[in-house]
């Protein structure tokens, strides 16, 4: 499932694996209203990785339980990378993907980091539903990858790919700035 954020880490795509999973939809998810299909106990953990990433404006991954529409622990892994406009460098949010996993143990507590982009875990059950998804999906493998080698020329044909494919999404669903109200 991918979705991109705004500076502020507000939604303003969310793929419809989500939905399906939490039975929550994109617009009950914005604003936050996410955080509330994350399993209570991982909540505190998801929410400090989130907002420390987005005040140092870095790359995350962090592992949680979602619950899902039967009300068990789904887990997964999530991972985002920073956005920025390609001219101004300014900072435009997030394009990330949230990936669930069967490889862990539902009862396993949440974990993150920020300044790391981790590769995706195997075991993934879901896969992209559109081109977009399937790109952003492969951009955040790569950056994962590249960010370990260093390669500044690479890393900033990543950030481009990652700005051109966060627009896209975000037209793609409608929305016309970057926020979803």
């Known amino acids: 499932?991918?979705?991109?954020?705004?500076?502020?880490?507000?939604?303003?795509?969310l793929s419809p694996g989500w939905a399906e999973i939490t039975g929550q939809d994109?617009?009950?998810?914005?604003?936050?209203?996410w955080v509330q299909a994350v399993h209570l106990e991982d909540r505190e953990t998801v929410r400090a990785?989130?907002?420390?990433a987005i005040a140092?404006?870095?790359?995350?991954s962090v592992r949680y339980r979602l619950i899902d529409t039967a009300g068990r622990p789904v887990c997964v892994a999530a991972a985002a990378m920073p956005r920025h406009e390609p001219h101004a460098h300014t900072f435009l949010g997030f394009l990330g993907?949230?990936?669930?996993?069967?490889?862990?143990?539902?009862t396993a507590s949440a974990d993150g980091l920020v300044g790391r982009l981790a590769p995706l875990p195997p075991g993934i059950r879901r896969v992209p539903t559109s081109f977009q998804e399937t790109a952003a999906e492969h951009i955040l493998a790569a950056q994962a990858h590249t960010l370990q080698a260093s390669s500044g020329s690479t890393r900033r044909a990543l950030e481009l790919a990652?700005?051109?494919v966060g627009?896209?999404?975000?037209q793609e669903c409608g929305v016309?700035?970057?926020?979803l109200h």
């Not at 705004?6 to 939604?11: D, I, K, R």
């Open 26 to 33: 994109a617009e009950a998810a914005a604003n936050y209203g």
């Open 176 to 179: 016309a700035s970057i926020e």
């Open 167 to 170: 627009r896209q999404l975000a």
């Open 49 to 52: 990785v989130v907002s420390r």
């Open 56 to 60: 140092e404006q870095r790359e995350f």
């Open 162 to 164: 990652a700005f051109e």
């Open 97 to 106: 993907s949230v990936s669930e996993i069967v490889e862990r143990r539902p």
């Open 1 to 13: 499932m991918i979705f991109t954020t705004n500076h502020a880490g507000t939604l303003a795509y």
